[in-house]
């Protein structure tokens, strides 16, 4: 870890030494003298949130990292509400019988194999969640 306490590019000073994080599997030394930063979401919903978004950013190079920070915000964060989004962008996220209650995750895995069996597409469905009913719907990973 290296003494500077500036964040590349952000020219504000940080408090450090709080914590001591070591990487434990770099043989080139590749990352010797990189910036860390902590993030505890146990105590910091922002903390989440940048997990989130991270994860999201990441999903396309590293579909396994991506999944693993999920299941991490999920554990801090649990969505309150599940749903199956079809290609068209609306999504199904209650029964019709049953409009004031929301589908919970086995509801809606399980609407979403039915409807991945019966589809020319099956790719045309994704599972998404939301924390609350003012949030954004977001894809599952």
Known sequence: MTDDTTAPGDGERLETHKYRVERLNDPEGKHAGCWYFVLDPHHDP??????????????????????DIMDVVRRFDPPRAWGVRRRDGVVIDRSGGQPERPWDEHTARAALDMLRTVADNPDAFTLVTRSNPDSEWEDTL
């Open 46 to 67: 922002h903390a989440v949130a940048a997990l989130r978004r991270y994860a999201y950013s990441v999903r396309g190079q590293s579909p396994a990292l991506a999944a």
